[in-house]
């Protein structure tokens, strides 16, 4: 049992002792969270804009008939919110800000305490990584079936869904890093170190 053992961690230990690979990951890390704040950021703040801008606009038209309102801007904004939302909860996975329940795993010995934590984010990584599957199919169908949107007419439904896959991935790959990083980490750390790490990003910003 530990030779099987010992020989899958060669390939794992290669690569975690791998400063070009380990370079990679960290570049990679960097740009998924830019894409996922920014898109997150942007997506509130402009969905915040076109409702707003578009309450002015009813408010004005109540004097003046003639403007009318932005027919388009419901829409538009509730699909900002949309894309702000999925984006910003793959960050979460990354900084550990999701609810969570630590009662338990604080009252296990810390070897099942990490089998609990390791198969906790396993069983995430499936639900995500069926979630991008699913969501993909949505998008393959709405392309197939050539919907509209009901707004823009000239705009495919599916660009505004594409949200629902491209967040899903996202949020895969932190589930499936959580367990990597999980992996190595000694049992003896495993609660304490996700209790920190919850405090720590509850407060400290990138």
Request: hydrophobic content about 50%; aromatic content about 16%.
């Amino acid at each position: 049992m530990n030779t099987i053992v010992l020989f899958l961690q060669k390939p794992l230990l290669w690569i975690h002792h791998n400063p070009k690979i380990r370079k990679f990951f960290k570049t990679l890390d960097r740009i998924i969270i830019t894409i996922n704040k920014n898109i997150a950021v942007f997506g509130l703040g402009l969905g915040v804009f076109i409702t707003a801008l578009n309450v002015c606009v009813r408010y004005i038209a109540g004097f003046y008939p003639d403007i009318g309102s932005l027919t388009w801007a419901e829409e538009v904004a509730r699909y900002c919110f949309l894309w702000s939302v999925f984006f910003g909860a793959a960050y979460g996975f990354r900084k550990g800000v999701h609810i969570s329940v630590m009662m338990v795993i604080e009252k296990l010995p810390p070897f099942l305490a990490k089998i609990c934590v390791i198969f906790s984010h396993l069983l995430t990584s499936v639900f995500l990584g069926f979630m991008f599957y699913a969501s993909l199919m949505v998008i393959v169908l709405n392309y197939e079936l050539g919907y509209m949107s009901e707004a823009l007419h000239n705009v495919p439904l599916w660009v505004f869904l594409l949200c629902l896959p491209l967040a899903f991935l996202g949020a895969t790959y932190r589930s499936v890093e959580k367990i990597y990083e999980t992996s190595w980490m000694s049992a003896e750390r495993i609660a304490k170190n996700t209790k920190e790490e919850m405090l720590h990003d509850s407060v400290i910003k990138d």
